[in-house]
């Protein structure tokens, strides 16, 4: 027998029932005149009633761009007509715990409001709904095993890992495996490392697993397996725990329209995401020697492919910035250097690492040139030994300014990302514990700066017009934000258990923003009242690089489904 528990309602039934008129009240009415909708309709249940925050998403048939609106608490959705054209549409929901009965299609056309309504009934394979957030949440155990598994998502969902049926000395053959593929593979391009290049396993500040001997010789990682074992389905075709799904959004949560662009191949990894002066979208892939551009008027996309430093090698980039012109540069990860892609004329020019600091596990992840043109050089992290580079790019000249030791934890600090202030000095987030590095370019000191919370594990950020860092507490679960002027930290706890916030960036009101590589959901904190909004996706979203364009009004929220092969576009209406 099926157990479920829901942190919230739950449960439901289904059917699609497509209609001209609606019961409206004449102040609904008036609103609907004034809002020009394209397709409205409620969504309702058996054991529930009217449903709020159900995902309701629109395609046109043939369209690689999909619209998706959430249903207030009456129930009822709305899609505005400037959203839809005119055209067939197929319908479908995302409510965990519920699915529709069959297919829905309607007819959408120019000047008349259609309306479908769609009764809902129970999942008939919850396990399949859950995201990571709802696994770890579901799973027995202390936050310390789960936290083994904070390294896992980034290659694929939970779902393998919880779906198979490996005993504990089948998991460390499989870890001993994983560990030996580059960063941006999925299960579907796989790339594997060169020569000695080997991953550490088993997030949690501290905690990396395997080393000389393999992961077998780890006791480490032989209790995590044992552990898996008993949360998979090694012991038969039933699990002996509850699953778990988190509430569904409500109020605020569900006023936002969601518009994802499926890009033209399904192996393309959209990283990191970036809207320029112009309006069009850039993209880096993950797991291609490319990078893209997407015009989101039309979603017509133009790669830019990247030269070669190091055939054999893994290819993709990771982190997107621009320099002040708009200019956008990339580390090459294991290619062993950078990229600059001239906005303007698509030309790119690369520079590579000194062959004699090269390694097989030399890899380039992060640049940050935004205030290069302080002092013409760039900032460089070489992820292989937690070395921090300077290039100057008129020269090809590159600096090596070495490892760095957190003076209180004697820990060498493991830099995830790092970010120019406005003097070009550098912030370090150190990804080994919970500090966060600041480095003075011209002395080469370096002050690090301790979060409240114990072992955060700061990972990626942003600087502010205040030159204030704001960035993601991963293993704290926290947006935080770190005036250098006071040396105080801020820290902000996610409402969601298992959010894990990736990467932060502030809009020009004042709100932080942060996307969870595990819930599926964007996180928008007031900092001046505490208040978080949690908008929830319509489509699983490994959330890495978050942006926030400011020209609109409200702001809007753009970022890569690295896994998804898409570029989802979050736009509040309030």
Not at 273 to 287: E, N, P
Not at 324 to 331: E, F, I, Q, S
């Amino acid at each position: 027998m099926r157990k479920i528990l829901l942190l919230s309602a739950v449960a439901g039934l289904a059917a699609l029932v497509i209609h001209a008129g609606s019961d409206w009240s004449p102040l609904q009415a008036q609103a609907r005149v004034e809002a020009r909708v394209a397709l409205t309709g409620r969504v309702v249940s058996d054991e529930e009633g009217p449903m709020e925050g159900v995902v309701v998403t629109a395609r046109e048939e043939g369209s690689a761009i999909s619209i998706s609106v959430v249903t207030d608490d009456k129930g009822r959705y709305s899609f505005p007509e400037r959203k839809l054209q005119s055209g067939d549409y197929l319908l479908k929901i995302r409510a965990t715990g519920y699915e529709l009965l069959g297919p829905a299609a309607i007819d959408v056309r120019s000047g008349v409001t259609a309306s479908a309504d769609l009764r809902l009934k129970p999942a008939t394979n919850l396990a399949a709904q859950l995201t990571n957030a709802e696994w770890l949440a579901s799973m027995p155990g202390s936050d310390q095993q789960k936290k083994f598994l904070l390294s896992c998502n980034s290659c694929h969902s939970y779902q393998p890992i919880v779906n198979s049926t490996h005993d504990a000395s089948q998991f460390l053959q499989v870890f001993d495996r994983m560990a030996g593929y580059y960063p941006g593979s999925t299960l579907q391009h796989p790339q594997r490392l060169v020569g000695t290049a080997r991953r550490n396993l088993g997030g949690g500040a501290g905690n990396a697993m395997g080393g000389e001997g393999g992961m077998s010789a780890d006791p480490r990682a032989k209790a995590a397996a044992e552990w898996l074992a008993t949360v998979n389905l090694s012991k038969g075709p039933t699990r002996d725990y509850l699953l778990k799904a988190l509430p569904r959004p409500s109020g605020r949560a569900t006023r936002v329209v969601v518009t994802e662009y499926d890009l033209p191949r399904r192996a393309i990894e959209p990283h990191d995401v970036i809207v320029d002066r112009d309006g069009m979208v850039w993209y880096s892939d993950f797991g291609a020697p490319f990078l893209g551009r997407m015009d989101p008027k039309t979603g017509k996309v133009t790669e830019y492919p990247i030269p070669l430093l190091k055939e054999g090698f893994p290819v993709g980039t990771l982190d997107l910035e621009a320099d002040r012109d708009g200019n956008l540069w990339v580390g090459l990860m294991y290619q062993g250097g950078v990229a600059r892609l001239d906005r303007t004329t698509g030309k790119v020019q690369t520079w590579s690492v000194p062959k004699e600091w090269q390694t097989d596990a030399t890899q380039q992840s992060f640049a940050s040139p935004t205030f290069s043109h302080v002092d013409g050089k760039v900032w460089v992290k070489n992820s292989d030994r937690a070395q921090i580079l300077r290039l100057d790019p008129a020269t090809g000249a590159w600096e090596n300014f070495g490892t760095f030791t957190d003076p209180e934890t004697k820990r060498t600090i493991g830099s995830y990302g790092i970010n120019a202030d406005q003097n070009n000095n550098l912030y370090l987030l150190d990804f080994n514990a919970g500090g966060i590095g600041l480095l003075d370019g011209a002395t080469k000191k370096l002050e690090v700066v301790h979060t409240k919370i114990p072992n955060s594990r700061p990972r990626r950020g942003s600087v502010d017009a205040r030159n204030r860092l704001w960035f993601g507490e991963y293993d704290g679960n926290a947006i935080a934000m770190l005036d250098p002027k006071t040396k105080q930290i801020a820290e902000w706890p996610v409402p969601t258990p298992w959010s894990n916030p990736y990467d932060v960036v502030v809009d020009r009101n004042g709100e932080a923003w942060t996307g969870s590589m595990m819930s599926d959901r964007i996180v928008r904190l007031d900092t001046k009242t505490g208040r978080f909004t949690e908008y929830l996706l319509p489509n699983p979203t490994n959330i890495r690089r978050v942006w926030v364009d400011n020209s609109t009004n409200p702001v809007t929220f753009w970022v890569g489904s690295n896994h998804g092969a898409s570029i989802v576009k979050v736009e509040p209406l309030d």
